[in-house]
């Protein structure tokens, strides 16, 4: 009973109190709010491509509550950009309230068609403003977005069962039915230039018998799940050619994702890899920076080929979210090649192989969650869905005047099944490498570091001297314990380091010749 009449009671003052309540007072702005930026940059998009959404907040810093007569585009109805004001969608919105110290929320994104505009040279600046109350109270902020012309290569699209296509591979002489969204380019798609970008959504495969040619300067973006696949017959050939401005890299070939918002610059794992299916013959790619895959390149089979399937020089692969470059039972040869920041291994040379590195720096400090796997990665077998494994030679693995080096130790594993049949080479010559094993978990011959055999002129667990090896930044100061440390007959083999600069007198470990870094204020 009590409780029931306490119930009745402060049901009865709520009643009450509504009932006197007076409405809120709401007056007109006055040119007084405030923003929290005054312009909106949306960063790059490409034609026809929608934006990601961005944010304004509109502060009532006033102790009144206030309504806000207009807010709309400037540009009005035509303009190619869309607000969402307090949930609703629009590009013009009436008498939005405002309570007294309190924000609001506006949301903008774009989707713009470069071709409606003249004489765009593959570039636009588009502009509009949002526009607050007007007349004398007018306040406005600035919304721009450079919009960038691209050529698109994507999989066509069923018209009646919305199906997306997808792509048969010839696999080991057979033709294998995948569930990969994607086509083969056709003959007119087969030189990438550096006029416009290229954006691919889903996979590109280069058909049986055909080079893909990408040209210096090429820049290639591809879509979330989307990658490169270079089909049984087929070649790339990526022509990059040193660049003179290091931050524009005007001239290598580029390969990222498709996001091209500041936040998403190093983000791992925004599209898929570039593929060198097994049947792929002489794949070139010089100056080339592979950043943000899920695997930089996916290199599989033909491990006694004449001519390797993959020869890499001068070239860059960073934020892989699992392998920077993984080869499997194939034939890799690397020169002035830099690897970072892989969610897995830098380097994994797996199912044995041929892999000859010469001048690189292998390197791994991800710190984008636990690694599990070593900056290099070595093994010789394979287990099948039945638990059968099947154990190949690893014919050669040899890594010259190189850095093996990261945030994790050691940054070396040998994972060999032994087998009298099969063999296991591979040697380190005159690297730097991160190997400490403190407590005794490594043995075996393999791990024998005074076996000249596999081990000759190494330096362990001394400082490489890396700028910043969390922003990629490789190059070497002038406290580096790889100073001089090269072998000269391998640096005769690759004399100029990754910036042009001759190594013939006096070599440094690593793709990098050192300098002295300046001071930092």
Known sequence: MKRSFYIIFTLGFLIFWSSCRKDFDFSPSTGRLEFSKDTI????VFTNTGSSTYNLKVYNRSNDDIFIPSIKLALGESSNYRLSVDGLAGKQFENIELLAKDSLFIFVETTIDINSFPDTNGTFLYTDKIEFDSNSNLQTVELVTLIQDAV???????????VIETLTLSVGGELVETELQGRELLPEELTFTNNKPYVVYGF???????????DAGARVY???DSGLIVSDGASLQVNGTFSNDQDTLENEVIFEGDRLEPTFSDVPGQWGTIWLLDGSVNNIINYATIKNATVGILCDGNPNDVNNKLTITNSQIYNSSSFGILGRNTSIVGENVVINNAGQ?????????????????IVNYWDNGFRSAPSVFLNNYVESENNTVIITDLTEANFNNCIIYGNDNPEILLDEIEDEAVSFNFKFTNCLIRFEDNNNNFTGANYDLNDTNRYENNIFNENPDFKDPDLNMLIIGDESAAINKGLAAFAIQVPFDILNVNRTTSPDLGAYQYITFPEED
């Open 41 to 44: 940059y949306l960063d790059t």
């Open 152 to 162: 698109f290569i994507y999989p066509n699209r069923d018209n009646t069962t919305k």
């Open 204 to 214: 590109a495969a280069v058909p049986n018998g055909e080079t893909l040619t990408i």
């Open 222 to 224: 591809f879509h979330s």
């Open 345 to 361: 291994s830098s380097f994994a040379g797996t199912i044995g192989g041929k892999y000859n590195f010469t001048h690189s720096t």
